[in-house]
């Protein structure tokens, strides 16, 4: 299905309101906030990107489109991002690394004013907190919320049935005074 742009978002397509947008996408916004400082809703952002989808061709017949152009930059941004995040976070959970802070003092004794300058190097250690952002989000099946709040989908009744059971396999697992355990 073919996006068709009516003639007023055609208009607002314009290097201004696309300068805006790249922008902010490099400062980090959301879409939804990048549209806003352009003046434009952000349906119409994402009018602009399928557009640029839909006239780019296959890698045989490329299409040159300002609109491909610009849905190439927009998706260039946030792959950028999602890498250096991807690389922060595994920075952040191998640890180890230096961090390096300088100091100035100056001491002042009538006339002499002196100088001293101190740099400290402290190691950061891993942070598996990153690690666990990571794998909450990627291996969503097995660390995702989903699969943690999975005990809700029982009944308490369910719960107390299931602690009952393994109460009583414990009481009978121990062993009678005889030194026998009861079956």
Known sequence: MRFALDDASYERFNRRSRGIIIRA??????????AELAGISVAILRGWLKKGLELQGDDTHPINSIFVSFR????????????????????AAQGGYKVTETKVRVKSLGPIQEKEIIKVQKEVS?????????????KRATYGREAIDTSRERTPEEAAADIKAAADAL???VPAEGGEAEV
């Not at 190439?72 to 920075?91: C, G, Q, S, W």
């Not at 907190?129 to 909450?136: G, K, S, T, V």
Request: aromatic share 8%.
């Open 25 to 34: 996408l490099q400062a980090r916004l959301p879409k939804l906030r990048a």
């Open 171 to 173: 009481f009978n697992s």
């Open 126 to 138: 891993p942070v598996w907190q990153a690690d666990a952002w990571y794998l909450e989000r990627t």
């Open 72 to 91: 190439k930059k927009v998706k260039t941004i946030e792959a950028e991002h999602e890498a250096d995040a991807l690389r922060r976070i595994e920075l």
